[in-house]
């Protein structure tokens, strides 16, 4: 079992809906993370948490620290927004752990 | 103020041989990580250095090994290129260790032939 889980796996939506990404990890963290990445390989730091919510802009974030999840969701979606959106935990050891990502697409 | 740098961009190289990626951190972060994207796979940790010294490595063989200079920037170096050593090369910087969030650098594409 990864350390770092995320689902789905693959996501496509109509330009508008509100979409949700979950990400569940099984280690002690000091953080999480959530990472966009889009075709050519660039990553964008887009949230770090280590408990409750953060908003940007139409992105929020939240975490529940009990039971080791975190979503992230995206209202009013764009297809700007097609990415792929990767979880992220810094553990012990000081490096992050990534999840396998989800990848968004949004139709217009 | 500028963000993490990686040259090169692109880097074509032929099986056995060895790689040089180069990677500056952000004005004042002591920290950088060297991370790997191989095609279909997720993200991996490679190696972490601070303050000029190997903190952590991931579950890499030895012919990746790096160093961090005195100025924090650092080098990764990739020996006796496989095949499967093609991905992209993810550098980011921290302020030190102790401090959570990470910036990246754009990558290095590496291709082996």
């Known amino acids: 079992k990864n350390e770092v889980e995320q689902s789905p796996q693959n996501l496509t939506a109509q330009e508008g809906e509100f979409i949700t990404i979950n990400c569940s990890y099984s280690?002690?963290?000091?953080?999480l993370h959530w990472l966009q990445q889009h075709p050519g390989g660039g990553i964008v730091s887009l949230f770090m948490l280590s408990s409750g919510k953060k908003k940007h802009g139409r992105l929020i974030a939240t975490i529940n620290i009990q039971e080791k999840h975190s979503s992230l969701h995206i209202t009013a979606s764009h297809p700007r927004d097609s990415a792929v959106y990767i979880c992220?935990?810094?553990?012990?050891?000081?490096?992050?752990?990534f999840g396998k990502g989800t990848k968004l697409s949004v139709k217009p | 103020e500028a963000g993490v740098t990686q040259s090169p961009t692109h880097l074509i190289k032929t099986r056995g041989q060895q790689a040089t990626l180069r990677c500056s951190p952000i004005s004042g972060h002591t920290s950088v990580y060297w991370y790997q994207q191989a095609l279909g796979l997720g993200l991996q940790f490679l190696l972490w250095?601070?303050?000029?010294?190997?903190?952590n490595r991931g579950n890499f063989p030895p012919r990746f090994s790096g160093r961090q200079f005195p100025n924090y920037s650092s080098e990764l170096n990739v020996n006796a290129l496989e095949l499967e050593d093609s991905a992209l090369y993810l550098c980011?910087?921290?302020?030190?260790?102790?401090?959570?969030?990470?910036?990246f650098g754009p990558g290095t594409r590496l291709t082996v032939l």
């Open positions: 280690v002690g963290i000091s953080a």
């Open positions: 250095y601070d303050e000029g010294e190997e903190r």
């Open positions: 992220a935990v810094k553990g012990s050891q000081g490096n992050l752990i």
């Open positions: 980011a910087s921290s302020l030190d260790r102790a401090y959570n969030e990470q910036f």
